[in-house]
C-alpha cells in the first residue's frame, strides 16, 4: 500500500518542524519559493562570531520550543540562558529600568513604578488610582490601549506597554488586540474583580512557579535549529521551488508548479498570510478574503560591533526598548554582548537595533549605509559609546509580522469554521498569522499540525 503524499507550502520553523513530525507517517515534500529555508531565522558572521539577525531566542515558558530542540539532539551544552534580564526604557531624555512586576508592560507594584522614574508624578497618580475606576461591561475584543489606557491612564500605555509590544509585533496599540496580543492582560481582565492590578496579582499568584530562564538560545546562532531540521529533512525540501496555485482534486489536492503539478493526499500552507491568501483565492475564497485581511509590518535588523574601550560606561543590562513618542528610528537594542554569556568574550561589544513599525517606515525607507549610519549615533547616544561601531549589518524583514488587530481571534475562528464548512479535507493553514509570534509559538503550532494531518490521513484510509 502507498504511503500517503503530503506537501508543506513554507520553509520557515513552522514548515520544516511539521515536515518533520510527519516524516514517518506521509512521504512529504517542503516548497519553498526562497532559496534560503529557515524564514525568520537568520545567522550572520559579525565580528568573528555568529549572530542572530532575525529571531534572536526561544521562549522557554511555552515548552514546545525547547522540546523541538532537544528532539533533534541538541543537549544542555547547546542552549544559553540569558546572563541579565534586566530591561531599559529610553523616554524623557535617559535610560530608565523597566519597573519590576510588570506583566506586558501593565503595572502591578506602584512602588517599583514610581522608582523607575518613567512616570511623571501626574501621570504616576492617575496609574494609583486604577482600582477606584469603575469597569466597563464591554462585549467582544478591544483594542491594547483602550483596555489598559482606561484602567490606567495614557502614559502607561505609552512608555510601557506600546514599547514592549512594538518590539514583538511592531503594531499600534490603538489597533492590537487585547484579546490575541496581551493574552494574560486580557485573562485577567475577565476575572471579577473591579480593579485590573488586583486581577493581575491574582493571575500571577495562581501561574505555576518556575525557577527556569524566561529566554533559552543555540550556541552558535538559531540556524543550527533550521540546518537540523532541513539535514534531516533532506532532499524532501524544495527550495527555490515556488508554488504557484493550489487546487483541488478528486481525493486531495493538486499543486501547480512552475512547469509540474504536484498531487497530495493534503497539504500545510505554512505561509505569510498574503501568499497563503493567494494561493487560496480559487479553491477556497471566503479563507483568502479573511487572509488578506491580516496587515503585515516591515521591520528591519541593523547589527553592529564596536571596541570594547568604547563600551566602558555602557549601562548593564539586556537591552532598551524606545516608546514611539521618543521620535528615535531604533524601536528596540539587544545588548548581545551583555544579554548571552556566549557574546561576552571581551573580543568586540555586539548589539542589534531593530527599526520599523507598522505605521512607520521611515528607517526603512533610508539605504542600508544611511540607515547604519543614523542607528549607530542612536545606539552611541543611548548607551553612552565613545566611538563608532567597527562593523555594521543591516538586514531587511519586509512584510514580516502579522498585525493581531481587534477581532484577530474571531477572524481565525472564521477561517476554521469555513474550513470545515467548505470541507476542505486535507487543506491545513498555520504559520504565525494565527496563533502566536515566536519561536516556540511556531513549534507549538506544528506540533498541531502534524497531528492534524495525521488524524485527517486516518480517516481518508
Known sequence: MSRPRVAVIGAGLTGLA????????????????????????????????????????????????????????????????????QVHLWTRGRLRP?????????????????????????????????????RRQLAGDRSVGDLIGERFGSAVVERLVEPLLGGVYAGDTDRLSAEAATATVWAAAQRPQRSLTAALRAHRADAPSTDGPVFLTLRGGLTRLIDRLHSELGDRVRSATPVRTVE?????????????????????LAVPAPAAAALLAEPVPEVARELAGIRMASVGVVALAYDPAD?????????LLVPRGEGRLIKAVTISSRKWPHHADGAAFVVRASVGRVDDVRALELDDDTLAERVDAEVRWALR????????????????????DVGHRARVD????????????????????????????????????????????????
Not at 565580528?47 to 544542555?76: C, H, M, N, S, T
Not at 565613545?386 to 509580522?401: D, F, I, S
Open 248 to 268: 483541488r482534486s478528486t481525493g486531495g489536492w493538486r499543486l501547480h508548479l512552475d512547469e509540474r503539478v504536484k498531487v497530495a493526499d493534503a497539504v500545510v
Open 18 to 85: 511539521t515536515a518533520w513530525r510527519l516524516r514517518d507517517d506521509a512521504d512529504v515534500v517542503v516548497f519553498d519559493a526562497a532559496e534560503r529555508v529557515g524564514g525568520q531565522v537568520r545567522t550572520i558572521e559579525l565580528a568573528d562570531r555568529p549572530l542572530d539577525v532575525g529571531a534572536d531566542a526561544l521562549l522557554a515558558r511555552q515548552p514546545e520550543g525547547e522540546a523541538l530542540v532537544r528532539a533533534l539532539g541538541f543537549g544542555d551544552d547547546d542552549l544559553v540562558a540569558p546572563a541579565t534580564g
Open 385 to 404: 559609546l565613545r566611538g563608532p561601531a567597527r562593523e555594521r549589518t543591516v538586514v531587511r524583514w519586509p512584510r514580516a509580522l502579522p498585525q493581531y
Open 311 to 319: 563600551a566602558v560606561d555602557a549601562p548593564q543590562g539586556s537591552g
Open 98 to 134: 523597566l519597573p519590576q512586576n510588570t506583566v506586558m508592560g501593565v503595572p502591578t507594584d506602584l512602588r517599583a513604578l514610581a522608582r523607575s522614574g518613567v512616570l511623571t508624578p501626574l501621570e504616576l497618580a492617575r496609574a494609583a488610582v486604577e482600582p477606584l475606576v469603575p
Open 414 to 461: 472564521r477561517v476554521r469554521f469555513a474550513l470545515e464548512a467548505m470541507d476542505a479535507r486535507g487543506l491545513h493553514i498555520g504559520g504565525a498569522c494565527f496563533d502566536g509570534l515566536g519561536l516556540s509559538a511556531r513549534a507549538r503550532d506544528a506540533q498541531g499540525l502534524a497531528q492534524a494531518v495525521r488524524e485527517d490521513l486516518a480517516r481518508v484510509s
